[in-house]
């Protein structure tokens, strides 16, 4: 069973569109994440979600606006897409409320390709 | 505010020799600390933590690593390399609380390689 899974897997896109990546855990968790992986393998915390309320933002553009329906679900949308966009982008999960501590489970990736 | 620095983005091993993958660590608040391996166009997998408790941490696969308060250091080692063990390893930090909280700060990675 896939613990935290991510679609699409692969992304390939022209400037200007707007895409989503959608994103889904199993393991009962009640927060999730997206960090974005750059080129050169950098990977920065981009959104955090505890229980569907915004708990970390951190420098984003406007552009992108994460969306989670329930505690399982956190997905990502990115209008007017941009080359400086394309890069992998993680899901994660934790669970919150077991401690500080909480190890953050990570998706396969979403690699996103912008021409 | 907190940071991690890999020394050495490329580190190159014989089979059957020890790994040292070199991490340092700045952090405002307590920290909690955490090695990740990458494979090849894979997610990433916890290696180990070091949550306050031993400061000799075993993870998987044969892995440990040590934290050193006084050098703000976290390395990874292995005994033995595999040649299954050639990936990118991620060193990240996080804080026990206040604005850290949750946050994963992760080094630039090192790239390990594994020769026969």
């Known amino acids: 069973d896939t613990a935290v899974s991510q679609t699409p897997k692969y992304l390939v896109t022209q400037m200007g569109n707007d895409k989503s990546i959608k994103c889904e855990q199993n393991?009962?968790?009640?927060?999730m994440y997206w960090y974005k992986q750059d080129s050169k393998k950098f990977l920065k915390i981009m959104f955090s979600?505890?229980?569907?309320?915004?708990?970390i933002n951190e420098t984003v553009p406007n552009r992108f606006s994460p969306k989670s329906p329930d505690k399982a679900h956190l997905n990502l949308h990115i209008n007017s897409l941009e080359l400086g966009d394309s890069a992998v982008y993680f899901c994660?999960?934790?669970?919150?409320?077991?401690?500080?501590?909480?190890?953050?489970?990570f998706g396969p990736g979403t690699r996103l390709l912008v021409l | 505010a907190q940071s991690v620095t890999q020394l050495g983005s490329h580190v190159s091993v014989s089979e059957g020799a020890l790994v040292l993958l070199r991490c340092n660590y700045s952090?405002?608040?307590?920290?909690?600390l955490f090695w990740y391996v990458q494979y090849p166009n894979q997610g990433l997998q916890l290696l180990l933590k070091?949550?306050?408790?031993?400061?000799l941490v075993k993870g998987i696969n044969g892995f440990e690593a040590e934290f050193k308060k006084s050098e703000t250091s976290f390395h990874l080692t292995k005994p033995s390399a595999h040649m299954s063990d050639a990936a990118e390893y991620f060193c990240?930090?996080?804080?026990?609380?206040?604005?850290?909280?949750?946050?994963?700060?992760f080094g630039q990675g090192t790239i390990l390689t594994v020769h026969p």
């Open positions: 952090s405002s608040v307590p920290p909690y």
């Open positions: 393991l009962g968790h009640d927060t």
């Open positions: 994660a999960s934790s669970s919150r409320d077991r401690g500080y501590e909480e190890t953050q489970y």
């Open positions: 979600y505890n229980n569907k309320e915004l708990i």
């Open positions: 990240a930090v996080s804080g026990a609380g206040g604005t850290s909280y949750g946050k994963l700060t």
């Open positions: 070091y949550t306050s408790a031993a400061t």
